[in-house]
């Protein structure tokens, strides 16, 4: 979840951030000038794609037909021409994607049914057993396929920010810093001793403090950042960011 510390950060680097969005990469794959926007989407597809196959099975679909179905949804989504339902105004990227994924369902299950398991190939193709693989883990079915949804949903973006942010820190040389530090980003705190920390670090109590500081500083950055993708408007990420904590810490 999001560090204790000051929330606050310019204007001008938010601003920065609504460039490129998700929805401006779902709006410009469906426009033929913009040929590097299809290779944009798909990444963003792989990105996003078990929260909802999470929701597929929630909705009570087996494992075949689930993979099936999601599958199906991001190879029609990431066709051109596909995207006449995205429109910023809808509200969060989350939700445009569940809506989408909802249609699917609802509208086009019966002619994708038809096709035989293995019969068409999918032009995008996902991990389909690590999907189920993953969804077993996933606590007991208590949660409503939507809150199952959205909580997967967080925790896949929190998911890749720490990823990105390990990333970072080891091509800078230092990857030990950030495995020493990084589960006191989710309030591990309380038991740690930086005076300890800085000793398997070979530095001082303060400068393991300090690190531990920077380490909050841009994971806050990296988090608003990976936020600000998700939503049309600078003024929505806070909002967003606020409801994503609720809901990573909410108990199933």
């Known amino acids: ?14 601003a920065g951030q609504f460039t490129t969005t998700h929805w401006s990469v779902v709006l410009a794959a469906g426009d033929p000038r913009s040929p590097q926007a299809g290779e944009a989407l798909e990444t963003l597809c792989r990105a996003y794609w078990y929260p909802l196959y999470v929701y597929v099975r929630r909705r009570g679909y087996g494992v075949e037909d689930a993979q099936d179905l999601t599958q199906t949804f991001f190879a029609r989504f990431v066709e051109k021409g596909s995207f006449e339902l995205a429109d910023p105004a809808r509200g969060r990227f989350r939700t445009f994607l569940l809506h989408a994924l909802e249609h699917f369902l609802i509208n086009e299950w019966k002619r994708a049914h038809r096709l035989k398991r293995g019969g068409g190939t999918p032009s995008l193709s996902l991990d389909a057993d690590d999907a189920e693989h993953r ?11 939507e809150r199952a949804y959205e909580k997967r949903w967080a925790m896949t973006l ?20 950030f495995e020493e ?11 740690t001793s930086y005076a300890l920390i800085g000793e398997r670090l070979a530095m001082t109590e303060g400068a393991a403090r300090g690190a531990m500081h920077r380490l909050r500083e841009r994971y806050r950055e990296r988090l608003r950042a990976a936020v600000a993708h998700t939503v049309a408007h600078a003024d929505e990420v806070e909002d967003e960011l606020r409801y994503l904590v609720t809901v990573v810490s909410q108990r199933d």
């Open 158 to 177: 929190l998911e890749q920010v720490l990823a990105a942010l390990r990333q970072e820190y080891t091509e800078a040389g230092n990857g030990r810093v």
């Open 1 to 14: 979840m999001i560090p204790d510390d000051s929330r606050q950060e310019s204007a001008a680097q938010t």
């Open 135 to 145: 969804y077993a883990s996933e606590p007991a079915a208590r949660l409503t396929p």
């Open 181 to 191: 530090l990084a589960e006191l980003l989710w309030g591990k705190d309380a038991s």
